[in-house]
């Protein structure tokens, strides 16, 4: 099933910039039931179904919610080759029944 892309607000006044382009992705405990994205973000930039033990998201099960953004390998969200070369931002909120709803901020380089 494809998500639904939705188009995203950019505030007046407010440049292309790394915090401009974003994915939303939501996590349950086996695997990701829906992401969105921005349309403008290159078909590549695919989160991945598992959640990644090493991303801030996995870490937030049982505890509370990330206050800010935090900077990771974008290896950790996304599949593609040399994924390893980029990094993101990632902040993520706990749901109700055990879902964490992440946010995160690519870098210009993901816009197509």
Same mark, same amino acid.
């Given at each position: 099933m494809q998500p639904a892309t939705k188009h995203l607000p950019? /505030?007046?006044n407010s440049p292309a910039s790394f915090s401009q382009v974003l994915v939303i992705v939501c996590h349950n405990k086996?695997?990701? /039931?829906?992401?969105e994205r921005a349309p403008m973000i290159q078909p590549w930039w695919f989160p991945s179904d598992a959640l990644?033990?090493?991303?801030f998201a996995a870490?937030?099960?049982g505890a509370s919610e990330q206050n800010f953004p935090r900077k990771i390998g974008a290896d950790a969200w996304f599949q593609f080759r040399n994924?390893?070369?980029?990094?993101v931002q990632e902040q993520s909120f706990l749901l109700p029944d055990d879902e964490v709803l992440t946010v995160l901020t690519l870098p210009e380089e993901a816009v197509g």
């Open positions: 950019r /505030p007046a086996t695997r990701r /039931p829906w992401f990644d033990r090493h991303s870490d937030i099960n994924s390893d070369r980029f990094e």
